[in-house]
């Protein structure tokens, strides 16, 4: 979205004394020698002492899930130990005698990321006490002395950096959000004074925003994980900004699927970048591949990347010029060089692993960015230039695009899985909200005013609403920020060619909302109306036109008629694929169900507001719960899927018996399979109950056998004696569908009765707690836990006799998160 730019070498660093061997004399560790003496100009010459961490290994797999409690249960904690005293100290280790010195021992506690001031005199790093939960920063002189703690509070403040002003940049969970696939809090960008005090949020992701670093122009360079609309698992890659959190755009990566990029830092004496590669989705503590980055070649070439190894991975890379690298390695400090070699500098056998070598030395301050943040103003200002410039622009024609629609990403104050659970079926994570549009030039800019401090991105619309372009990602202004961009999804290697922008010709554009519209759109209560009035009289259980059931009735998880829209592909929504897709080929342009709403259909005839509706809920990625109060933690899930596999359990004889001659049995891709019998010790691998990830052409999908032979389709929680499951064998005659032939010819058959006992029995436990979308719904306990926390419910709220209006209470935990001037 943004042109890229280059930052200069590092000039004028100061050195100190000559390195010598080094050798290993600390009682508790091996004796060793492995380093030979440093030649003239090798960078082991200046310096004499190498500060770093030892704690234990985190306990889960996921590279950012090392701070805080599992939302399931807060005594549950992500952090290494799990509540048991942990291992932690802070050392320097004296590379010219081998000797160790213990800076801080944690004494149970923990202690990471370990960070050098300017003038090599103290260390800031972040401290969990011996008995306690939260990660606090503190800073303490190089030989171990004055000892001062500078954040506090509820949160965990981590990964913190010196900026060049005297203030201190770092991740915190203050941001009060939880990972929109995983079960762990959020951390995001936030900065303060050496004091701690005036503190302030500079990154608005729903996701982590990790290690922040310095580059030699005063940017901030850190590692951005986000998802809007694609996959998951793939885009967490490197961005900058101002230091005031202006000026956020993407450094490296973010084209391209996969890896995880973290702890990056500048080299030394040159204009490339040291990241660590995390394989996949991310390996835990930051283990990955040291590699080089070339940034000659703009954020978008893969062929920009060199690593330097392959396995075993490392940790916590630090660049002191092209071809030295301080890395740690489990208990063993080394050296790599640019050929991926490594020698030892220090091993460890005693508990836990060595962690973020940082070499102690003076370095050259960076340039101070002067602020252009107004914190007395709301909004900001964006300026798109040319909406036609960009990939995938193929088949538009000038003049095709007339409205940006602006949707805001809605942060999560809870999350149980690694999945969207009931907020989409693998579609979006996250709940859209609808800003409203502004309107784009006959040149193709636009130029508006945003809301700031906020996650916002981008649909070009036609002149009939369709969309035509989405984007994939979001950005953020903060107060008073004027940002630019040259188009959709350009080239970012090149700059635009002067031109006379026409939206610059008036004042920016104010966002025109849809009024009277919700703003967070809801499938039961917002849509399901209109299906009943104008679709469920021929898409129904007797009538079932075009083998579509619309009727609102729920299956195991969703509604049957959300899961035969998105199965039948009435929907194109995000499809947690990989994005960056051609135009029109995503919301309401690609989706057919808009085209079912007018008189040509059937004569279905939906007024203005209906179609507005259904557009609306479309274009914000088409949710089924409409509030994270409808997210189920682990019990209610578990409680669900037990009743499926009892139901399906108890008539696996009769459905092997009446069903097995035609159907496979417990292979659901098959063309006729059933997924049954289904396993209750494996009933929460959702067999059958999964789209295929990315994968959205119709070729392959159009007669996917889910669509008709998923249990989300097959059981019926709301009439029993309408599941498709009994309905399917059962002989028209008897008000079946005969589309198994008379299996049962009767509902008096022992089996159909057998089934459905089963299936009623379902029913009758389900019912024993309302579901979402049925009257008497409650949001779980974690819910009301975390809303009592950030102070949305009052802190003596009793949802046991008190009730949760879920739509209310997520938009007052969003609005408490807006920036609101002082």
Sequence with gaps: MRVNVFFPAVLGVIWFAPGLSVHVTASNVKQESVVRPAAAGDPLQQFDEIVFAVRLPYNDPHWYANIGYYCEDQQHKAYAGNGNPGVGKLCKLNVRSGKVAVLLDAKGGSVRDPQVDYGGHKVLFSYRKAGTDYYHLYEI??????????????????????????????????????????????????????????????????????????????????????????????????????????????????????????????????????????????????????????????????????????RPLVEDPYPLSENRFLVARGKRLQIMDGGGKTKTLYSWNGPGDLREPRPVMARPREPIVASRVDWSKTTGRIMLADVYKGRHMQGVARGDIKKLLLLEVLPKPVNFSG???????????????????????????????????????????????????????FTTVMPGESAGCVGCHETRNQTPFPMHVQALNRPPSQIRPFESFPDVLDFTRDIQPILDQHCVRCHNYRQRDGQVILAGDLGPEWSHSYFSLLAHLQVADGRNGLGNYPPRTIGSSASPLLDKLKPTHHGVQVSPRQWRTVWLWIESGAPYAGSYGGLRNAKDETREYEVIARVLHLGADVLQRRCGKCHVLNNPRSEKGLPIPFNPITARNRRGLTRPTGVYERVVLENDPIARLSVH??????????????????????????????????????????????????KEILDTKPRWGTPGFQPNWQYVREMRRFGILPADFDASGERVDVFQTDAAYWRSLWHHPE
């Design 713 to 762: 389709i097959l059981l019926n929680f709301t009439h029993p004696d309408l599941s498709p499951l009994l309905l399917g064998p059962l002989a028209k005659e008897a008000g079946g569908w005969g589309s198994c032939g008379a299996i049962f010819a009767g509902t008096d058959d022992p089996d159909y009765q057998r089934l459905l006992a089963g299936i009623r029995k379902g």
């Design 419 to 473: 999945g969207p659970d009931l907020v989409s079926w693998l579609g979006t994570f996250t709940l859209e909200r609808v800003l409203g549009t502004v309107p784009v030039e006959a040149d193709g800019s636009a130029y508006f005013e945003v809301p700031a401090c906020r996650p916002v991105f981008f649909v070009a619309l036609d002149q009939n609403d369709l969309s035509v372009q989405r984007m994939h990602s």
């Design 141 to 310: 002189s190089i030989d171990g002395t004055g000892l001062r703690q500078i954040t506090s509070g509820v949160f965990d403040d981590y990964e913190p950096c010196y900026l060049p002003d005297g203030d201190i940049i770092f991740v915190s969970t203050r941001c009060r959000s939880w990972v929109n696939c995983w079960k762990t809090q959020v951390g995001v960008l936030y900065r303060c004074d050496a004091e701690g005090r005036d503190m302030r949020r500079l990154s608005y992701s729903g996701e982590h925003d990790n290690t922040p670093w310095v580059l030699p122009d005063g940017r901030i360079l850190y590692t951005r994980w986000e998802y809007v609309d694609r996959s998951q698992v793939e885009f967490h890659h490197l961005w900058v900004m101002n230091p005031d959190g202006t000026s956020q755009e993407i450094l490296f990566g973010n084209m391209h699927p996969g890896t995880v990029m973290i702890d990056a830092k500048p080299i030394p004496g040159s204009d490339k970048i040291l990241a660590s590669f995390s394989p996949g989705h991310g390996v835990t503590d930051h283990k990955g591949i040291a590699t080089i980055l070339s940034l000659d070649k703009g954020p978008d070439d893969p062929t920009a990347a060199r690593r330097l190894h392959n």
